[in-house]
């Protein structure tokens, strides 16, 4: 079974450009969730997706929104990017409840915005 | 304000002996807990978990102690091989339902072979 895949993998973007990060979840899982890993921050929730409905969302601003399609895969977008926006963009998928479901992360999106 | 704390950021240990790492957290909610453990370039990988119904799960040479009173969990891994070196990630939901895991800022293991 393919794992979690994320593209693109790599992105450099300029302040006030946007940017929209693509997460496929693994087969039969409906859940897909969204983190951001910065140094000293850790991994940071930014919201989660089940059947098309964002069931929960972290404390990020507007200026990052999220999607989900039919087939489960998930996107995130991030409009009028700041320099603080770089990191690294995680998403990870589960079955159906993440709470006790085994949560699988792909290998993240790194985003340098200059 | 951090509700899961990792205040050890790296960890150096010899091939065998044991490796303990800790993690903190201050909200009472939080009854389920896990480990994540996290290679440069791949995305965090689960390690294991356990509920606050449980005070210790053993997974291997995995370990992972709760202590609820203290609002403090521990993960350790004997005996320690170089393979371990990686970021380890503890993170905790709580029993309200919401579905998302808060995440503590990883703690750096070495071991030296």
């Known amino acids: 079974k393919a794992g979690v895949t994320q593209t693109p993998r790599y992105l450099i973007k300029t302040r006030g450009q946007q940017v929209t990060l693509s997460c496929s979840p693994i087969?039969?899982?409906?859940?897909v969730s969204w983190y951001q890993q910065t140094p000293g921050q850790g991994l940071q929730f930014l919201f989660e997706?089940?059947?098309?409905?964002?069931?929960n969302k972290g404390n990020f601003p507007g200026r990052f929104s999220g999607r989900q399609f039919s087939n489960s895969r998930s996107e995130m977008n991030v409009s009028t990017l700041e320099l603080g926006d770089s990191a690294l963009y995680l998403c990870?998928?589960?079955?159906?409840?993440?709470?006790?479901?085994?949560?699988?992360f792909g290998p993240g999106t790194r985003l340098t915005v200059l | 304000d951090q509700q899961v704390k990792q205040n050890s950021p790296s960890l150096s240990v010899q091939e065998g002996r044991i490796s303990i790492l800790n993690c903190d957290y201050t909200n009472s909610m939080f009854d389920y807990f896990l480990w994540y453990k996290k290679y440069p370039a791949e995305g965090p990988t689960f390690l294991i978990s356990?509920?606050?119904?449980?005070d210790k799960n053993e997974d291997g040479r995995f370990t992972v102690f709760l202590n609820k009173s203290a609002k403090h969990l521990s993960l350790h891994i004997v005996p320690s091989q170089p393979g371990d070196s990686a970021v380890y990630f503890c993170a905790a939901s709580e029993a309200s339902g919401t579905y998302k895991y808060i995440f503590g800022t990883g703690t750096r293991l070495k071991v030296l072979a």
């Open positions: 087969s039969g899982h409906r859940s």
């Open positions: 356990i509920s606050s119904i449980k």
């Open positions: 997706y089940f059947s098309e409905t964002q069931r």
């Open positions: 990870a998928s589960s079955q159906d409840r993440p709470r006790t479901d085994t949560q699988y």
